[in-house]
């Protein structure tokens, strides 16, 4: 069955850096698109990054870019998120998620196209 695993998470200082990894199975990661979500403490699920299957584009909401990055890796059927410059408004819960359809367009933005998800990993951004 699909499983997704993330792992990576922790507390971090101000400033510092984190590297999420979320090891998947059960289907052929090399045809699907990957997304990246976090949750915050009392607010909803938000996108935070997407990758296309063969890895060769990507989209990171504003608030990221230029400090998070999104890899895949088909070879190792990972997927990752490299955050930079952590603030502490990106403390939340990280989900890896994958989308509906293999060899998917478009980069979704909205859970409800991502038919599998992980657990969670924590990131906590504080001094």
């Known amino acids: 069955q699909v499983q997704l695993v993330e792992s990576g998470g922790g507390l971090v200082q101000p400033g510092g850096s984190l590297r999420l990894s979320c090891a998947a199975s059960?289907?052929?990661?090399?045809?699907?698109?990957m997304g990246w979500f976090r949750q915050a403490p009392g607010k909803e699920r938000e996108f935070v990054a997407g990758?296309?299957?063969?890895?060769?584009?990507?989209y990171l909401v504003d608030s990221v870019s230029g400090r998070f990055t999104i890899s895949k890796d088909n070879a190792k059927n990972t997927v990752y998120l490299q955050m930079n410059s952590l603030k502490p408004e990106d403390t939340g819960d990280y989900y890896c998620?994958?989308?509906?359809?293999?060899?998917?367009?478009?980069?979704?933005?909205?859970?409800?196209?991502?038919?599998?998800w992980g657990q969670g990993t924590q990131v906590t951004v504080s001094s």
């Open positions: 998620a994958r989308d509906q359809r293999a060899l998917g367009g478009p980069l979704e933005r909205e859970a409800g196209k991502y038919a599998y």
């Open positions: 059960g289907f052929t990661f090399s045809r699907y698109n």
């Open positions: 990758i296309s299957w063969g890895g060769s584009r990507t």
